[in-house]
Structures are given as C-alpha cells and as structure tokens.
C-alpha cells in the first residue's frame, strides 16, 4: 500500500531521515515507535506528501507521489494528528464534514456518512452543534478520527493520536479504536512514543533511532532478539509504561 525506496530528508544540518527503505502492508497496522527527535512524524510526513523526500520516493497504491497526484492521493488518505488538529471556528459536523463539503457531496450523502461515523466512534449526535473549545479531549480525538473517516480512505495515518488525554481516557480510545481498526480492516500507520500502546494496537512495530530504523518485528521480536543493544535499553526504560498498560501481550 505504501512503500518508502531510499527514502531520506534532510532539515538544514540535520539529517531527519537516512535512507530508509520500508513496505506498509494492506490491510495490517504498522506502529512506529522511538525516542524524540528520532524522525517518526518526519517519516509519517513522507508517506502523507507533507514532507519531500530529498532522496529516493514514496509510493502509494503503486504511484510515486508527486506534485501534479498528491491532491489526488491525500484524498484516499485519512491523518488524525494529537489533540485532533480541529478548526476552533468550525462546529464538529462542520469538522468532520469539511472536505466532503468541498467535494461537493449532496446533503443527504453527508448526512448520511456523519451518521455512520458517529455510531462507529461512539460520538454523541446532540454534540455535533459544539465547536472544539466545548468538547471534552476525548471528543475532540473522536471528531479528528471521523474526519479522518469522511472520504472512506484507504490508509489511516495518526501522528502520536492519544498522547494529549489523561490515562483513563487514552486507555478507553485505545480499546475503541483497535476495534474500529479491526471492523474497518484499514491499513493503519500510527506514531507513538509509548512501546505498550505499540504492543496493544500493532501488527508489526518498527523502532527508530536518529533518524534510522533500528529493528521492525513483534515485540516479543524486539524483546527476545534486539537487533542492537539500543532496542533493549528502550525496552527496559518503558517497563513502567507496561506495568500500567497490564503488561505486553
């Protein structure tokens, strides 16, 4: 479904990404996972066509993306980023709604659609009418996720998606949305700094390091044959995360 061939960026002095070579496959929920500044959301960045490789490509469904498809390709494309990433001066179904709306959907093809999302997020409908600022974090999340939804996408792309939300309700839409992905069966590729929801939601996790990717495998993979000893010492310092998460499965 997406596949990065040599792929690197480069911000000024600093290399972001080294070649990379890495294949998303249909279908499957692929987890990348590292430090800060290790280049996860500059990888995310290549695969949604936010971010230009200065090297190598990145193809979509076959296609190299390019300046005259991109338009084209974001639109089979959902990105939910932390917090939502919502316009404060748009209510939720003005949100949620906004590209199919550009598109020129008809009134009762988006309504319809709104409908359908709402019932697979567990959004409440008497909610729709607020704008950002009046939703709580986790509604907020949910609105980001429909919008992401809208247009029937291909692959899901999160960027660090429940990071902002206080434990209790990280740990609710993570059980929601792992549901939602198996219901969906979407490819999924979703960033994160927290190795136990890596566990929870990936088919496979790849694990990043200065702008490299150290290892890609399950994390009894990642546990019981760390590619470098960098993989254990991550590990290691994120057993607290799992002791609160109920362990890895």
């Known amino acids: 479904m997406l596949n990065l061939e040599q792929a690197a960026k480069r911000f000024g002095e600093t290399q972001a990404l080294h070649p990379i070579d890495l294949t998303v496959t249909p279908g499957r929920t692929l987890v990348v996972i590292g430090p800060s500044g290790c280049g996860k959301s500059t990888l995310l960045g290549l695969m949604n066509g936010l ?13 190299a993306l390019s300046a005259e ?4 390709m974001r639109r ?17 179904a003005a949100n949620v709604t906004l590209m199919a709306r550009v598109l020129g959907w008809e009134r009762a093809r988006m309504a319809s659609r709104l409908e359908v999302l709402t019932g697979l997020t567990d959004f409440p409908a008497d909610a729709l009418a607020r704008f950002p600022g009046e939703l709580s974090g986790g509604q907020r999340q949910r ?34 949305l792992r549901d939602i992905f198996s219901r969906l069966a979407k490819t999924v590729v979703m960033v994160t700094h927290d190795l136990a929801e890596a566990a929870f939601f990936a088919d496979s996790i790849v694990l990043m390091r200065a702008g490299r990717i150290v290892q890609q495998g399950g994390i009894e993979d990642m546990s019981g044959s760390p590619a470098d000893p960098f993989v254990t010492r991550f590990i290691e310092a994120q057993r607290g995360h799992w002791a609160n998460a109920g362990g890895p499965p």
């Open 69 to 72: 498809n991109l338009t084209a």
């Open 143 to 176: 609105v980001g996720l429909m919008r992401a939804l809208m247009l029937d996408p291909d692959v899901l792309l999160l960027d660090e998606p429940l990071g902002a939300l206080d434990p209790l309700i990280r740990f609710e839409l993570q059980t929601e």
């Open 76 to 92: 089979r494309m959902g990105y939910v980023i932390q917090d939502g990433g919502l316009f404060p001066h748009l209510t939720a």
């Open 51 to 63: 971010v230009t490789p200065d090297q190598g490509r990145v193809t979509f469904d076959g296609v």
